[in-house]
Each structure stands twice: as structure tokens, then as C-alpha cells.
């Protein structure tokens, strides 16, 4: 059969499907790449199935990490079978993105594999092991060390919590993983979680200042969470907003930072190419999750429907990863 395979939105508002499509529908750019895997992230699943109008073109190939080896290049640095790692730019959403078989992107986007990462570990990273990346060099730099008191990850069991849960342990802070999924705590702990909270059962309260709990948090979920650790961080403590997935709005009140100088940190993974690269270093090797097999979840191509209904649901867990040598 002729073309390849890929998962695509066709217009504003509506969901995406899989279709078979030519060489003639690849995007703009001067490396096309053979890809292997691409990572399933929540941004993903908006896209995907027509929430939040991110899409700002049409058809567009959904994904915003991607790992894969060089088909062929029209620029000098890149070479047919290297292999490489693509993400952000604007993948998944001005430019297609990974869930295809075949992609064409700008010489500038592609970044060589990263020594110490294969082609499935760099992919089941991605934006979200980059956001943590993020998170974590900010945080360090604002001065959080292993001994420090207990950081919270919240949004555990999602894609960029079970990273930060593993790199975290291995780095020995002390995590206390917040989940919605009571049932998914021993999956937790195998991650590297010293303790678990169970998100229905938590009182959030309503004081301005709470008893202080955290030395530092990673946060994926927002709203009246980030509300609540913000209230509940220690002195000094250090909280890094990586996420919305549970909506992007939050109450607040300023006493967390003038009384106890706690510090909110944004976490954004479109930072300049040597940033990249540096953190990209980092997590294949002192940063590098030692429980891969534990937290990435194969799926090909034909399963991605259901796995983005399950990240919309927030029933998900761990990091999908599309492998596209699959069905
Ligand atoms: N700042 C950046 O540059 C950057 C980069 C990557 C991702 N992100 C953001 O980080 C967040 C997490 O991304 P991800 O790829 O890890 O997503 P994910 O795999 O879908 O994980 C999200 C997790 O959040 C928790 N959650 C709490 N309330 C939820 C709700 N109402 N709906 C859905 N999930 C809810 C769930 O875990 P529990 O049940 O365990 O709580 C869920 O598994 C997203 O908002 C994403 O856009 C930001």
C-alpha cells in the first residue's frame, strides 16, 4: 500500500483520525525523518480530539515530541540514519508534529539523540521530562537541595508526575506523590515515592496560611491545588506550576509570599536551543529515570483514540508512547 500512516485533525473543534497520507502532504522543512516513537501528551490529547483550538493548521499531524533517524536531509549537518529528537517549536500544532510515520522538519528543530537516552527512552521523555528538566534546574537554582524537607508532585501518576516522581527519588528528595488514583499507590512507590496522598480524601482548607508541609512542589494539575500548596508550603518553600490539567484558573491570597516568602516558579519548555541541549544532557544521565519500564506505556497508532480519551478523563496513568514500527 502506498503513503504512510498518520493521526490528523482536519478542521477547528473537531477530532483528529488516522488516514493514510503521501509524501506530498509533509510539512515544510529540510530533514525528513523516519519516526520511531512519539510521546502522548496531555496538550496532545487536547489537540487531538478538538478542545482548546491549539491546531493553528489544517490537516495537522498531532504530537509534540517525536524521536526517530534521518531519512534524509537537505542541510549538511544531518545525515541519512542519524538518529534524532524533536520537540516543541510548535509541533502538534503550527507544524506537524509526531503521530505519523514519516515527518519533515526544519534542519534548526532537530537536536541529535542524546548520548545515554534510546531512540523509546528520549521519546517517553519528551516535553514532559523536559518540564521537569525545566522545573528542576529552576527550582535548584533557587536553591532546593535533597535535604531540604519534602516535595510534593502532584498530578503524580500522569506522564510528567511519574517522571518527577522517578528523577526526584533518584536525586534522594523525599516525594510525596498527590494522585486522584488511590488504587495506582504501589505503582507509585515503585516509582520512588516516600509517601502517597489520596486526592479525595484531602481537606484543602480555607486559612490563608496552612500548617507548612512543603519544601517544594512540582504541579501538573493547578486550580485550587496550586491554590492549596501555595497555602500549605513552608518558609522559603518553592513551587513550580508546570501544568493545568486540572484548569487554569486559581484563587489566591499574597500572604504565602510576604509572610513566609514562598516563591511560585512558571515552568515553560520553549527556552532557547543551548538550554535544550543542557538539560537534554542532564536527563540521560545524573537526571536520567532508572524506572522507564515501569511508567512508559507502548501503544501504536491504531490505540491512540482511546488512550487520549483516558488522558481528557484523567483515568490515565504513566507516559504513552506511540511506537510507530507498530500495526
Ligand atoms: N509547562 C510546560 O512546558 C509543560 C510541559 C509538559 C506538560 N505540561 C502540562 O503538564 C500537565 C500534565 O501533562 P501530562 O502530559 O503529564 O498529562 P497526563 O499524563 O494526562 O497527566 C495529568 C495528570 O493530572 C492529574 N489530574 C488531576 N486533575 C485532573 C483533571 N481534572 N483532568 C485530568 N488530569 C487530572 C491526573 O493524575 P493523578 O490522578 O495522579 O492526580 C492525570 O494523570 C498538563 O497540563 C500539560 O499541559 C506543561
Redesign the pocket.
Known sequence: MSGFRAYRVHEAGSRGRLERISRADLDHGNVVVRIAYAG????D??TATGRERMARKFPLVCGTDLSGAVESSEDPRWHPGDEVLIHSFGLGAEHDGGFAELGRFPADWTFPLPAGLSLLEAAALG??G??VG?ALELLEKNGLRPGDGKVLV?????????IAIDVLSRLGYHVV?????AD?AGY?RELGAAEVLD?ASMELGARPLEEQLWAAAFD????A?LEWLLRTARRDGLIA???????NEFAGNVLPFILRGVRLI?????NPVAMKLRLWQRLASDWKPRHFERFVRRIGLDELPQAVDA??????????VVDLGRG
Open positions: 502522548l501528551n496531555y496538550k490529547a487536547l516535553v514532559a523536559h518540564s525545566v502532584n498530578g503524580a501518576t500522569g506522564g510528567v508526575g511519574s506523590a498527590l494522585t486522584g488514583k495506582r507509585l486526592r501538573s494539575v493547578g486550580s491545588q506550576s508546570i501544568g493545568n490539567a486540572g484548569g512558571g515552568v515553560n519548555v520553549n488522558l481528557i478523563a484523567g483515568t490515565s496513568w504513566g507516559r504513552h
